[in-house]
């Protein structure tokens, strides 16, 4: 492959030069929000450690009866259907070796990242190794893109490849797994279902495609059906408009101090959007526990300069930047506070203590307000912790209750814009509405 590969424009967004990325992705027309932008199969996908046997290897379903492969023992799937797509798109070509590779003492070494990267590594290239002309970018499109993506940062772990599992003759080059494995770390993608990570994989049109942004006007969601490849949606979060660039986020807003170093090691580049402009200035930030003895003190005065309370009645919010944020206050961008206030939303769910969880999770939507995340986190949050065994009293029960209800429907909205994803067609939907007549019949 001589020239550069030019990903297809379609129907929503075209790609365009871009002095700092090589190319963003442009919307041609007014994009309502809640619009599937791009949707592509995954080149590659493993599963997560955990969700091995509770899930089909091929389509990555949950299912309760799934069949072994008779012949390693060590892939399931729902049906004849998935196990013969999976057996033609590269089973076959390592199911021999894939035991004596996972114990051998090279595989059994690896971190837990590491042995990631080395399954997906192994799926992929025993793909290759099934296409007409085995590892050529010639007859496969997604590894032209593949390789024209940028390789990740030299000089740091992702420098050289994992082991990978022995394939069935003809074997890879080298260098072509050299060049491969180079453009993974940026290009490995979380896949959820239900707003759980689940597997991770590789979708080189949408590596291609899409530019990262911290508050992200797109989000990358994952669609299972039975006896296909996983694929993904990318989602518009808002109304875009015609001539804005599409951008989705590489990587979890919430992560306030490390993200500069997540962006230079995983991606290689440093992002300039005024939350990371404004945090790598700061630098050093606070432990707020050992800043502020009060911490709910704190959070009153997080929710008053954000505006929430004004926001849960009206719907509107004067937008903050974080440069106005008075420096006292700095300290609720350190990632244990996000933490803290997570678990007391959390614990205070499940004890019962209805009052407790509404404040913390009050406070918690300020925080998330304040650095742009997308209420989808909030969904997430609330999705994660079930409100469950719920025993307040009086009248501030019933204020709490109001706005535990709110927070509920607030989540409802967001998963709305983003629609069903995962493996089922209700999801949190339907755990939304169990937690709304819980709380109603408290
Ligand atoms: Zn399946
Ligand atoms: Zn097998
Ligand atoms: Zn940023």
Same mark, same amino acid.
């Not at 297809?8 to 442009?26: F, G």
């Not at 309502?32 to 899930?55: C, D, M």
């Not at 729902?78 to 051998?104: L, M, P, Y």
């Not at 893109?145 to 080059?173: E, F």
């Given at each position: 492959?001589?020239?550069e ?6 129907a ?6 871009d002095? &700092?990325a ?5 919307a041609?027309r007014d994009?309502? @929000?809640?619009s599937?932008?791009?949707s592509a199969p995954? =080149?590659?996908t493993?599963l997560?450690e955990?969700?091995k046997?509770h899930r089909?290897?091929y389509?990555l /379903?949950?299912?309760s009866?799934l069949?072994?492969?008779s012949s390693?023992g060590?892939y399931w799937y729902?049906d004849a259907?998935?196990?013969?797509e999976h ?5 076959k #070509?390592?199911?021999? &070796?894939?035991?004596?590779?996972t114990n051998s003492?090279?595989f059994q070494?690896l ?7 080395s399954? +997906?590594?192994?799926h992929l290239?025993?793909h290759l ?6 590892y050529?970018p010639?007859?496969?499109?997604e $590894?032209?893109?593949? +390789?024209?993506?940028l ?6 772990c ?8 022995p394939i069935?003759p003809p ?6 797994v050299?060049?491969i494995?180079? #453009? =993974?770390?940026?290009?490995n993608?979380?896949?959820?279902s239900h $707003?759980?990570s689940?597997?991770h994989?590789? =979708?080189?049109?949408a590596?291609?495609m899409?530019n ?5 006007n797109a ?6 059906k039975p006896?296909?490849? %996983?694929?993904m ?9 015609s001539g804005?660039e599409v951008?989705i986020?590489?990587?979890d807003p919430?992560?306030m101090?490390t993200?500069?170093?997540?962006f230079?090691i995983?991606?290689?580049f440093t992002?300039?959007c005024p939350t990371?402009?404004f945090l790598q200035k700061?630098g050093?930030?606070p ?11 704190l959070g009153?005065?997080? /929710? ?12 509107k $919010?004067?937008?903050k ?5 008075p420096k ?8 244990s506070?996000?933490a803290?206030l997570?678990?007391? =939303?959390?614990?205070?769910s499940?004890e019962?203590?209805y009052? &407790?969880a509404?404040?913390s999770?009050?406070? $918690?939507?300020a +925080?998330y ?8 986190e909030m %969904?997430?949050?609330?999705?994660n912790?079930s409100f ?6 009086g009248e501030? &029960? ?7 209800l709110?927070l509920?429907d607030l989540s409802r909205?967001?998963l709305?814009?983003l629609?069903?994803e995962?493996?089922?067609e209700?999801?949190p939907?339907?755990e939304?509405?169990v937690l709304?007549?819980? @709380?109603?019949?408290?």
């Amino acid at each position: 492959m001589n020239a550069e590969w030019v990903p297809p424009s379609t129907a929503l967004v075209e790609l365009h030069p871009d002095p &700092k990325a090589r190319s963003k992705a442009v919307a041609r027309r007014d994009i309502p @929000v809640g619009s599937t932008i791009f949707s592509a199969p995954a =080149f590659a996908t493993a599963l997560l450690e955990g969700e091995k046997g509770h899930r089909c290897d091929y389509c990555l /379903r949950e299912q309760s009866t799934l069949k072994k492969c008779s012949s390693c023992g060590s892939y399931w799937y729902c049906d004849a259907k998935c196990q013969n797509e999976h057996w033609q798109a590269g089973h076959k #070509r390592v199911c021999k &070796k894939i035991n004596q590779f996972t114990n051998s003492m090279a595989f059994q070494q690896l971190e837990k990242h590491g042995r990631m990267d080395s399954f +997906l590594l192994t799926h992929l290239l025993a793909h290759l190794s099934t296409l007409s002309e085995p590892y050529s970018p010639e007859v496969s499109t997604e $590894l032209s893109i593949t +390789l024209s993506l940028l390789p990740g940062p030299s000089g740091d772990c992702a420098a050289s490849n994992p082991p990978y599992c022995p394939i069935k003759p003809p074997p890879p080059s080298e260098d072509l797994v050299t060049d491969i494995y180079s #453009r =993974f770390g940026n290009n490995n993608f979380t896949i959820h279902s239900h $707003l759980n990570s689940i597997a991770h994989g590789i =979708f080189p049109q949408a590596s291609r495609m899409f530019n990262h942004l911290c508050t992200p006007n797109a989000v990358a969601k994952y669609v299972l059906k039975p006896g296909e490849v %996983a694929a993904m949606e990318v989602v518009s979060l808002r109304d875009i408009s015609s001539g804005e660039e599409v951008c989705i986020p590489y990587i979890d807003p919430a992560l306030m101090q490390t993200r500069h170093k997540v962006f230079q090691i995983t991606y290689g580049f440093t992002c300039d959007c005024p939350t990371c402009t404004f945090l790598q200035k700061v630098g050093q930030i606070p432990d707020p526990s050992l800043e502020h003895g009060d911490l709910i003190q704190l959070g009153l005065k997080l /929710r008053e300069f954000v505006g929430v309370e004004h926001y849960l009645k009206t719907g509107k $919010l004067e937008k903050k930047t974080l440069e106005e944020l008075p420096k006292p206050l700095r300290s609720v961008l350190n990632e244990s506070y996000m933490a803290e206030l997570s678990e007391t =939303f959390s614990k205070s769910s499940h004890e019962g203590n209805y009052a &407790k969880a509404a404040d913390s999770g009050v406070t $918690l939507l300020a +925080l998330y307000l304040l650095i742009g995340m997308h209420l989808l986190e909030m %969904a997430k949050t609330q999705w994660n912790h079930s409100f469950v065994a719920l025993t307040p009293s009086g009248e501030e &029960k019933e204020v709490s209750k109001g706005i535990v209800l709110q927070l509920l429907d607030l989540s409802r909205q967001t998963l709305q814009v983003l629609g069903t994803e995962g493996d089922s067609e209700t999801g949190p939907f339907k755990e939304i509405g169990v937690l709304e007549s819980l @709380v109603r019949d408290v």
